[in-house]
């Protein structure tokens, strides 16, 4: 596991830097300078897509079951998830719209509008989603995948409800952003693996 966290952590770097680099490019004219120099951020879901290549490259390579791997692992992943956007909080990253109320927090670089601290909120949640899905990986580990994807969809769910919120994202169409529409792709996935292990089951 130690070897494995190494490699999560080198790829799932290296995955959100370029997909930063790749999403933020058209509109923010960022140059390859941008990519190495480390002077902005990164996007999960390049981190996360750099994350399943490495454990299925460490799957491969001590003949482990993949699924087993990362059903034991999604948890975990997530609940890193839910540090590093405390740490966005605190740095006043991945911020939310502007809100008259009186818990909007300000963040001095971005003016002096009180804005949603989606940062916290999507924290709290990632907390929540890593008990229920520990919970899940107790009961039950012996159904291969079920815990990778109960994780997968929780994320996508919590994920597409949060960026209505958000003022970093770019709208595709009709105030729907890139990332809800890789949060719906996700949660169709989620759901037709799901039933499929449930049908097979009653069989």
Known sequence: MLALSVMLFIA???GGRISFFL???PHRGLTFSSLVLFDSGFVFYGAFMASVLATYAYSA???????????YGAPFFLLAQAF???GCFMAG???GKPVDRPFGVVFK???DLPRYPVQCYEALALFAIYII???VYKRDSGVLGKTSFIALFLYAVERFFMDFFRADSFSLFMNITFM???CLILMIVSIRWLIGVGRSKNE
């Not at 390579?61 to 059903?71: G, P, S």
């Open 109 to 111: 670089q971005l003016g």
């Open 61 to 71: 390579i001590t003949k482990n079951n993949f699924l087993a791997v990362t059903d």
């Open 12 to 14: 799932s770097f290296i």
């Open 180 to 182: 809800q529409v890789v």
């Open 93 to 95: 990253c991945c911020y």
């Open 84 to 86: 590093v956007r405390l």
């Open 23 to 25: 999403v933020n490019m």
């Open 133 to 135: 899905t520990r919970g």
